[in-house]
């Protein structure tokens, strides 16, 4: 609510048989608010104060009732550990369970680094368990911490920088350093630090905006996180012969493996998140007896944990990554992938509720089951030499060497990035190094181009001739050359 100047003040109450019998009344907006004094003096200095800020132009908020110069101070008393949970209360209902665990991890790893200096709790473990899975976690509110977390937290709270010490650079940048490490004191993955960070800035941002700051502590900072390593490295993604070889060890693995054979191939061969996969239903799918199949994406399935989730469930249904809530997402798929689903479709059927994947009790596909698949595969599949190189570590890396594949084979990157479900500027940062291969295969292809033209030229009569699609004469006249249109064919000759 936006701060006002209608602010209208009525004589001091006093109330009998009350420990604080005077009352201060005013109002702002049309708003009542009161405190009540102990003393007719006390009341009416406080009074008197409330009279002079008015006086002197001061907006007062019609929440709080109190000017700005002390509503100013009051936030500026107010710890960061208070501020991250006010944060955590108003973002909760509108946030996906894994977000809701991704935040707390952030905010769980900072608030112990943002204290009086010198302030360190005995038991750090304790102290960042307390706040991970109760401080940050509304649903864990419903019942009281334990008798350890509650002394942690009080200590927390004791000790807990004020607002007004955060716009230090000293203090901000002793806490930034604090995403870099992990709980034992070693370094912290660089996309980790990075999205962690991410969210300690929604908090200042969401701060400026109630008034906390006036601009965002951290625009500025001069800070250097590590480098995230964005780009994928060729020498971990699989060529086709490779993807062949692991797809036919996973299918050989006892147990689960010729179920997984399909869920990895829709990886490899539509690109697709294992998110995606896990949620793909039959009706999603056409599949053809012949030819090019096609498989309507809508959404995905991943993994939150019962505690982060307003229901109690371990799984959440998700949009499409980065996609309004009903979006789909066409992605052509080749005919040996159509005939993988269609046999595995045969073989194992459907979940009841039409997925084409599940687990032996008909419920999802759990990451850490297909995980140790995958690891098995590797084992039985891959050379010493590729063990060394990582190569196709992850499951993921199936995805990467479907794309990249397209781009080798010249499919247009506007076309892969709609096909991956990212944008053409996320795939040009991925997928630099596999561009850069595809831009010189196209400049090749360009200098043969030229090969042949140069060598049609007719050296008795001066004249070339060739076939330029797309181009009228009009268009390819130049300084002087005369263009002839010959026959009936798009043909032209130009003749110096």
């Known amino acids: 609510m936006a701060m006002s100047y209608k602010v209208r003040f009525w004589e001091i109450r006093e109330r009998t048989g009350r420990q604080k019998g005077f009352e201060v009344r005013w109002t702002v907006s049309g708003r009542e608010k009161s405190e009540s004094f102990r003393t007719k003096g006390l009341a009416e200095s406080r009074r008197a104060k409330l009279m002079t800020a008015a006086r002197d132009g001061e907006p007062f908020d019609p ?4 000017p700005t110069s ?11 550990y208070t501020l991250a949970r006010e944060y ?8 996906p369970g894994n977000t809701r665990r991704t935040l707390a991890d952030a905010f769980a790893t900072i608030t112990p680094a943002l204290v009086e200096p010198g302030a360190a709790y005995p038991h750090p473990h304790i102290l960042r368990r307390a706040l991970y899975s109760w401080a940050f ?4 509110w419903k019942t009281e911490p334990t008798e350890e977390w509650q002394d942690a937290l009080a200590w927390l709270e004791r000790h807990s920088l004020p607002v007004s010490e955060l716009e230090n650079p000293d203090t901000l940048r002793r806490a930034l350093d ?8 070693t370094a912290a993955a660089a996309r980790t630090v990075k999205r962690k960070k991410a969210a300690v800035n929604e908090v200042f941002g969401v701060a400026v905006e109630r008034g906390y700051f006036t601009h965002n502590p951290l625009n500025g900072l001069r800070w250097t996180a590590p480098e995230v390593a964005d780009e994928v490295d060729p020498d971990c993604v699989p060529n086709p012969a490779q993807v062949a070889r692991l797809l ?12 997984l054979y399909a869920f990895f191939g829709c990886m490899y061969y539509a690109a697709m998140r294992p998110a995606e996969v896990i949620h793909l239903r039959k009706a999603q799918c056409r599949l053809p007896a012949t030819g090019w199949g096609l498989l309507h994406l809508k959404g995905g399935i991943v993994t939150a944990g019962k505690e982060w989730t307003d229901d109690g469930s371990v799984h959440e249904t998700h949009s499409l990554k980065r996609r309004a809530a009903k979006a789909t997402r066409p992605v052509p798929v080749p005919p040996v992938l159509v005939r ?4 595995h479709i045969e073989q194992f059927g459907t979940a009841p509720d039409g997925r084409v994947f599940q687990n032996a009790k008909g419920n999802y596909i759990d990451t850490s089951a297909y995980n140790i698949t995958w690891n098995r595969a590797r084992e039985a599949a891959l050379t010493l030499d590729e063990h060394t190189l990582e190569l196709a570590k992850r499951p993921y890396d199936l995805r990467h060497a479907g794309i990249s594949f397209w781009l080798a084979s010249g499919v247009d990157p506007a076309e892969c990035a709609r096909r991956a479900g990212q944008s053409i500027q996320v795939l040009f940062r991925h997928y630099a190094k596999f561009l850069a291969e595809t831009r010189d295969h196209a ?7 030229m090969r042949r033209w140069e060598g049609a030229t007719d050296a008795d009569e001066g004249e070339l001739t060739g076939y330029w699609p797309g181009n009228t004469p009009e268009q390819l006249v130049r300084g002087g050359i005369r263009v002839g249109e010959t026959g009936s064919n798009p043909q032209y000759r130009l003749t110096a």
């Open 63 to 66: 929440r709080t009732g109190l």
């Open 70 to 80: 002390e509503l100013r101070a009051l936030k500026q008393r107010t710890t960061w």
């Open 88 to 95: 955590t209360e108003q973002r909760w209902d509108r946030t």
């Open 137 to 140: 976690n509304k649903n864990s």
């Open 178 to 185: 604090a995403l870099c490490r992990k709980l034992d004191g």
């Open 248 to 259: 036919e060890a996973v299918r050989e693995i006892p147990g689960r493996g010729p179920h």
């Open 340 to 343: 993988i689903l269609r046999a």
């Open 443 to 449: 400049n090749r292809l360009i200098e043969d181009s």
